[in-house]
């Protein structure tokens, strides 16, 4: 089961009326280069078999996340643990520095200067996950073991 926020929720499917409403505009596509004739030599045509194949796998992907996730009632949460939706401020203990990490079931893919976006199934993710205000974190990463202590939770 995948746990999300309402706002992921919600941003998704928005995602999934988007590429919805994109169906019509492709299938016109599709009659158009159809239309022009050849279909083996026509770069038309195929991009827009491409472009429909992509938005399906999306629909398709979207859908299922929606019917197997279950949106995390914030209120229920107790205020000094980490869960998902949860920005935190943490400290790196090898060299003292301090950055903010937001816990997220699916990464949004902006970059934000401000707060790193880190995903539940994350090895960060993981050991964020169900910690507390002053506890240190470990977490297991391709290049070796860090330790993390959590100053707060905003």
């Known amino acids: ?6 706002e992921d929720k ?10 919805v409403a994109r169906r019509p505009e492709i299938t016109k596509r599709i009659a158009a280069a159809r239309e ?8 038309e ?12 796998a999306d629909i398709r992907r979207i859908e299922e996340r929606l019917k197997d996730a279950k949106v995390v009632d ?11 939706g949860a920005t935190v401020r943490l400290r790196d203990e090898s060299d003292g520095d301090e950055d903010l ?20 199934t994350s090895p960060m993710g993981e050991s964020m996950m169900k910690a507390r205000v002053g506890e240190v974190i470990r977490v297991d ?3 070796g073991t860090r330790r993390y202590q959590i100053l707060e939770i905003l």
């Open 10 to 19: 919600q941003k998704l499917e928005e995602r999934l009326s988007a590429l």
């Open 74 to 84: 914030q209120s229920e949460l107790p205020e000094d643990m980490v869960f998902l």
């Open 101 to 120: 990490y937001r816990l997220v079931g699916e990464s949004s893919g902006r970059f934000d200067a401000d707060v790193i976006e880190v995903t539940a």
């Open 36 to 43: 022009l004739g050849d279909l083996k030599e026509n770069a």
């Open 45 to 56: 045509y195929h991009a827009a078999r491409e472009d429909q194949g992509l938005v399906e």
């Open 1 to 6: 089961m995948d746990m999300i926020t309402a």
């Open 141 to 143: 990463l391709p290049r």
